[in-house]
């Protein structure tokens, strides 16, 4: 189904925009009406093509943040008896994003108009995705809606955690890397050219290092649009490259593999998998659906294909855990306690406790992320350092030679 933009004014005059599914313009059209809204733009947003709504999107996209608080506002007024219309209307105005708060006055709309919570959120998939509507539909269906709002909010705070943890502990190698970069780009813009000259001036033979160096400051000073055009071509192809099928899987493969990172994106990912499994199967999913989910928003395609192989060995017959096992990226801890957890009927808790686990030791790796990385920034560094004084101070030390040769 086509994603439309849409611009138009409500009842009280006050502008609304937002993006929504609808089969048609002119169903989108109908439905405003409906809402007592008067359309004033309405357009098909094209998929790959260039427009001010796609750009604008870009910047205005629903935070982790306010999803979180939202919800988590939500379900507390839902279980304090409070009605959905009144919920829906209070959240409206109460939430900081525009793009929210615009979702929410057509959720209020058409859930008054007849849809259920899910089919409403669902015509926003940029802000609701699948993992959101899917638990939230079985969760009306079941009768549960809270238990499965909690659910819901509880999963959002750990991933929203687990997210903040690991850019906090990338933040040191982030400055000590910029630091690096700013002064290499000084010394190549204004040491190593005033070096340059001097050592010109004697006719000197200068030291490989040396040699390195100047011919580098030398190429990024004379062609820096090439060196900045080849820089953003080579982001162009990768970027593009990454949206192919094969090419996320081979990208998101080698993110589960590399040193240091590795371990932590393989652990993240088991993680986020058994919190929505563990969420999805609590709120009354069968097994092979909540895989499906699980898959579409694990974030790492190369995790996401053996989740896809394990629901498929399911629907086969076989069991979570026999499945799980012969996987690459399925840790042991997980496949041993969901094979405990189906022999005593109690696999829904036992999710629960590898929630737990993991939980910790993505909490132990973020913390030490930066003693781990230590190793290879002290590489790194001396390597540069090395670099640096034996390309400017192997030439001052032959100074004095240079200099009586010269006379």
């Known amino acids: 189904m086509p994603t439309f933009y849409y611009r138009a004014r409500d009842k009280e005059g006050k502008l609304v925009s937002g993006e929504v599914e609808a089969s048609s313009a002119e169903e989108l059209k109908e439905g405003l009406f409906h809402e007592e809204m008067i359309p004033l733009v309405v357009r098909e947003l094209k998929v790959g093509g260039i427009s001010i709504e796609a750009v604008t999107r870009i910047f205005k996209r629903v935070k982790h943040e306010d999803l979180m608080v939202f919800t988590r506002q939500f379900y507390t007024l839902f279980k304090a008896g409070v009605s959905m219309d009144t919920i829906l209307s209070s959240m409206a105005k109460q939430v900081g994003s525009v793009v929210l708060k615009n979702a929410l006055v057509r959720v209020r709309a058409d859930v008054a108009a007849g849809a259920t919570l899910a089919q409403a959120l669902a015509r926003h998939p940029r802000i609701f995705d699948e993992l959101y509507t899917s638990m939230i539909a079985a969760g009306e269906e079941a009768g549960i809606l809270e238990d499965v709002l909690r659910q819901l909010s509880t999963l959002l705070e750990k991933d929203f955690e687990i997210k903040k943890g690991v850019k906090n502990a990338m933040l040191y190698p982030k400055i000590v890397i910029t630091v690096l970069v700013l002064a290499i780009g000084f010394l190549m813009t204004y040491v190593v050219p005033k070096f340059t000259a001097f050592y010109g001036h004697y006719g000197a033979a200068l030291?490989?290092?040396?040699?390195?160096?100047?011919?580098?400051?030398?190429?990024?000073?004379?062609?820096?649009?090439?060196?900045?055009?080849?820089?953003?071509?080579?982001?162009?192809?990768?970027?593009?490259?990454?949206?192919?099928?094969?090419?996320?899987?081979?990208?998101?493969?080698?993110?589960?593999?590399?040193?240091?990172?590795?371990?932590?994106?393989?652990?993240?990912?088991?993680?986020?998998?058994?919190?929505?499994?563990?969420?999805?199967?609590?709120?009354?999913?069968?097994?092979?659906?909540?895989?499906?989910?699980?898959?579409?928003?694990?974030?790492?395609?190369?995790f996401a294909r053996e989740v896809r192989e394990v629901k498929d060995d399911i629907q086969k017959g076989a069991t979570?855990?026999?499945?799980?096992?012969?996987?690459?990226?399925?840790?042991?801890?997980?496949?041993?306690?969901?094979?405990?957890?189906?022999?005593?009927?109690a696999l829904d808790e036992l999710l629960t406790t590898i929630v737990d686990h993991?939980?910790?030791?993505?909490?132990?790796?973020?913390?030490?992320?930066?003693?781990?990385?230590?190793?290879?920034?002290?590489?790194?560094?001396?390597?540069?350092?090395?670099?640096?004084a034996l390309a400017i101070f192997l030439p001052i030390w032959n100074m004095s030679s240079v200099i009586s040769h010269r006379k």
């Open 207 to 302: 030291p490989l290092p040396t040699l390195i160096l100047i011919t580098a400051s030398n190429f990024v000073r004379g062609y820096w649009y090439v060196v900045l055009g080849v820089i953003t071509l080579a982001i162009i192809l990768f970027v593009r490259y990454y949206r192919t099928k094969t090419g996320r899987y081979k990208i998101d493969s080698f993110r589960l593999q590399m040193p240091v990172f590795g371990q932590l994106n393989q652990k993240v990912a088991a993680a986020r998998f058994s919190r929505i499994l563990a969420a999805l199967y609590k709120s009354g999913l069968h097994m092979p659906r909540c895989l499906e989910v699980v898959a579409g928003v694990i974030g790492n395609e190369a």
């Open 320 to 345: 979570l855990s026999e499945s799980m096992g012969r996987r690459k990226y399925f840790p042991g801890v997980m496949v041993e306690t969901a094979s405990v957890g189906e022999r005593a009927g």
């Open 358 to 388: 993991y939980d910790l030791e993505v909490s132990y790796t973020v913390k030490n992320l930066t003693t781990l990385l230590e190793p290879l920034l002290l590489i790194g560094i001396f390597g540069m350092v090395l670099l640096l």
